[in-house]
């Protein structure tokens, strides 16, 4: 009777905890949100799991054909044997999306009627024919050339035949390759060079070094001449670094590495290391202590392989101890030839007991997902942002969904497009004269680039490359980095010669100074305008990476050791991380917006000899080498699959490079767009620190100073204070030369007001001069040509009567007009308010300015009626 009671007992309570489970694995249909699938099994994904070709829900049924198959959106493209749809922009892209390879097989891969097909397949421009620039990489475009003579009125001939523009002869700065334009140049005085007094010019003309780096083992100069045998005697290599048999110097830690890294492999003789702990192989060996290791069959052959007899112990052999409780094992349990070991499931590990299995966390590891990473237990999730999508052959990766990117490329004498999902070039900008740094506007189809030797900046439409307009005039700015705000509309620059950092609109007539203290060599500059931050890189006696706010507030250094030569840096916009180019390191590194998580991603002393200038765009990095004189690319979190671009040697002076694509300007909010921001002058935005922060900032162009509101400019008085006095008039033909600086509250950008001279103290005892000369409107020349009497003159002596009786007649006419709006205003009902950007008149006035308290020259360009009703929220200023 008991064992009958026993066993009713069992039954119920198995039958309680089937229903139990089953109400924990089968949850009821109100469980699932509005964003999440609910699976035929009961459980609940996420909604954008569904159809995604990953098995999420146990049973399968998110990715039934029934459901997922359904008709392709009219911007997805149908796989012809395969039950996937792709974006329209993969097809023919190169990368086979289509598990059948169907959007890659009707694509047509022959050059346009107005290219030319090289040897290797690529295309390029017709008119690059026969040019002396090896652009097809093969040299196929240079074979077989007639002797075309250059166009003897707007060229000139270079000795080995190239041409060149008739203007850039004894200019001053070298243009043929072999400088034959700068011979025999009588009146040219002043050899154009971007390099400073205390710099070292390499024989490329480009590049500039640091006296220091002469002779130090190292060839940072493309061409190597600043470690010329004749020149660098008795060298010596630094403390942290080996010296090759031919003198020359590498990292100390790469000797006896067990790859030759000196060109004579003297790095790899003499290595006396202590010979490396060997570990055996588990599945195949057994470890007999002492980096002894012995096959597995050899265990328990009643035969003592190992010295001290490990591999007979007594009384374990033929003992399978996973028989007993799964011999203690969590997951798996491996029966060996004497004991066992543990072994956990995919995304797990054991852990410390070498018994439990604890769940890993993929997304810790970098690269595991190109953008969103969501950590499961026993497993992980990657998932991409809007506008990105897995790619169908790796679901770790993300790629955009429109648009095929492209490569904006600085050549010096031309800008060049370089696409990356077919082999193909083109020019946007021809003629230039020595174009190096380079941005875009991809809304409006603009591109901006600075040209160090005309000391300009300049601006075209990318598809008109040829109309290009002057932002900053000659002379003016020597820019070796340049980064364009395609939200508020500004060009940030960086100025090598005055040591600062500054920044102008789209037409160049209003500029500021945002930063110039504690600035040695800045040099390339990046901005994220969606957070309010902007990024520089300074090699000069300190090297280091900066950032600031857009609005120059904020500032402070994120990157300050192991950093030689930051050449070029980029931004990560979707992950947040900077990324740079070490030209003395031969490193590409990355790091947090705040310098935190630092990590190299690559170091070659073959593929980053001399890097100048990097890029990145979704899993990859770009980067232009002067030394090999081609564009490379890699993956961004590993530094694997290295890879150049465009033919190695092929590309002459590569400089600035940048991806061309949208998502590498993705859309925000302009938060100055109303009634700029209540700001007179200029409105940036401000550092998004945290969600309080003030999202814009009100700033003066140089001249003017903020009031205490932070919203209105007024002239500066330590300007004012050194307000040069106008010129004398000489005897001879001469134009008057009156400085002038921009009127930058004006409705017209042409009008301007005087130039307020002053100086300021620049690192390295450089002069600075703050303010451009800009083109004035109605400037006068003032012509004398009379010869000198040593008679007074008549005329002169009544133009003297005639101009003090017209003064006393003005004199008068002020005194009574005073006197009559003096009286008149008596008469007038008025009220004054202290908030200066709020009028208000009475019924019976016209329309009255309360504006008379306010010091006297303000600069404003605001709206009246724009203003009156707008509140002033969210403003900081500097």
């Not at 082999?423 to 003629?431: D, F, K, L, R, Y």
Request: charged share 25%; glycine share 6%; net charge negative.
């Amino acid at each position: 009777m008991g064992y009958i009671w026993c066993l009713l007992f069992v039954t119920s309570w198995l039958h309680t905890q089937s229903h139990s489970l089953e109400a924990v694995s089968v949850p009821n249909e109100a469980t699932c949100s509005a964003d999440q699938f609910r699976c035929s099994n009961g459980n609940c994904i996420s909604n954008k799991w569904r159809c995604d070709q990953e098995n999420d829900c146990s049973d399968g049924s998110d990715e039934a054909p029934s459901l997922c198959m359904n008709a392709c959106p009219n911007n997805e493209f149908k796989c012809k044997s395969a039950e996937q749809c792709i974006p329209r922009d993969w097809l023919c892209d190169g990368s086979n999306d289509c598990r059948d390879k169907s959007d890659e097989a009707d694509c047509n891969q022959t050059c346009r009627s107005d290219e030319y097909t090289c040897g290797n397949g690529r295309c390029i421009q017709k008119r690059w024919v026969c040019d002396h620039d090896d652009d097809c990489g093969d040299g196929s475009d240079e074979h077989d050339c007639p002797v075309v003579p250059c166009d003897e009125v707007a060229e000139h001939m270079c000795s080995n035949g190239a041409c060149i523009a008739k203007r850039w002869v004894c200019d001053g700065d070298p243009d043929c390759a072999d400088g034959s334009d700068e011979r025999s140049c009588a009146n040219v005085t002043k050899t154009v060079t971007p390099c400073l007094i205390h710099e070292y010019q390499c024989k490329d003309r480009i590049t500039c070094l640091h006296q220091n780096w002469l002779c130090d083992g190292d060839r940072d100069c493309p061409d190597g001449d600043d470690e010329h045998t004749a020149s660098c005697k008795n060298i010596s290599c630094r403390p942290d670094q080996f010296q090759c048999g031919d003198r020359s110097c590498i990292a100390g830690h790469l000797t006896c590495n067990g790859q030759a890294d000196c060109a004579d492999g003297s790095d790899e003789k003499s290595c006396q290391l202590a010979a490396k702990p060997i570990s055996c192989n588990a599945t195949r060996e057994f470890d007999c202590g002492g980096g002894q290791c012995i096959p597995l069959s050899k265990v328990c052959d009643k035969r003592k392989d190992c010295p001290d007899g490990e591999d007979e112990p007594a009384g374990k052999c033929g003992i399978n101890e996973c028989a007993n409780k799964n011999g203690g094992c969590m997951h798996h349990c491996v029966d060996l030839a004497v004991g066992h070991r543990c072994e956990c499931h995919q995304g797990y590990r054991l852990a410390g007991d070498a018994r439990s299995c604890v769940d890993v966390n993929e997304c810790e590891q970098p690269g595991v997902c190109s953008q969103l990473c969501a950590n499961e237990v026993g497993g992980f999730k990657c998932e991409c942002e809007a506008g990105y999508m897995r790619d169908p052959r790796n679901h770790t990766r993300c790629k955009a969904t429109e648009g095929h990117a492209s490569l904006l490329l600085a050549r010096r004498h031309d800008i060049r497009k370089i696409a990356l999902d077919h082999m193909e070039m083109t020019s946007i900008v021809n003629s230039t004269k020595s174009a190096t740094a380079l941005d875009f506007v991809f809304r409006t189809g603009m591109i901006f680039w600075s040209d160090v030797t005309t000391q300009s900046i300049y601006k075209a439409p990318i598809d008109e490359g040829n109309e290009k307009t002057v932002v900053l005039k000659k002379s003016s700015v020597t820019s070796d980095g340049l980064a364009v705000d395609w939200i508020y509309n500004h060009v940030y620059f960086t100025d090598t010669h005055k040591c600062t950092i500054e920044l102008t609109n789209f037409d160049g007539n209003m500029g500021k100074v945002l930063i110039e203290d504690e600035l040695d060599i800045p040099r390339s500059i990046a901005l994220d305008p969606i957070e309010g931050w902007m990024y520089w890189s300074d090699w000069g006696a300190s090297p280091r990476i900066e950032r600031a706010g857009m609005d120059g507030s904020h500032r402070t250094t994120i990157i300050n050791y192991d950093v030689k030569w930051p050449n070029g840096i980029t931004l990560d916009l979707v992950l947040k991380r900077i990324y740079w180019v070490d030209g003395k390191l031969n490193i590409i590194s990355s790091a947090n917006y705040d310098g935190s998580q630092r990590r190299q991603i690559l170091y070659s002393t073959e593929y980053l000899r001399h890097p100048f200038s990097i890029s990145t765009f979704e899993d990859y990095i770009y980067w232009t080498d002067w030394d090999k004189q081609t564009v490379f690319k890699a993956n961004k979190f590993t530094g694997e699959g290295v890879e150049p671009i465009t033919a190695v040697h092929m590309l002459q002076h590569p400089m600035v490079i940048h991806v061309y694509h949208p998502y590498r300007q993705p859309d925000g909010i302009n938060h100055c767009q109303s009634v700029n921001g209540h700001c007179s002058h200029l409105c940036l935005p401000a550092p998004r620190i945290n969600e309080r922060s003030p999202r814009i900032s009100c700033a003066c162009p140089t001249g003017l100073k903020l009031m205490t509101d932070g919203l209105m400019c007024v002239e500066d008085p330590r300007f004012s204070l050194h307000r040069p006095t106008p010129p004398r008039l000489h005897r001879k033909t001469q134009k008057s030369k009156t400085n002038r600086l921009w009127n930058f509250g004006a409705q017209n950008p042409a009008d301007e007001y005087e130039v307020l001279n002053f100086s300021t103290r620049t690192p390295s005892g450089r002069s600075a001069l703050m303010v451009a000369e800009h083109p004035v409107k109605n400037n006068t020349h003032v012509e004398q040509t009379t010869a000198p009497s040593p008679q007074p003159d008549s005329g002169f002596i009544a133009l003297v009567v005639i101009a003090s009786l017209s003064g006393t007649a003005v004199l008068l006419s002020v005194l009574l007009l005073i006197g009559y709006r003096y009286c008149s205003k008596r008469r007038i009902n008025s009220i004054n308010f202290e908030n200066p950007i709020y009028r208000k008149t009475t019924t019976t006035e016209d329309h009255f300015s309360l504006r008379k308290n306010l010091p006297a020259r303000i600069y404003d360009h605001t709206s009246v009626m724009d203003e009156e009703y707008s509140p002033v929220i969210g403003i900081s200023s500097y």
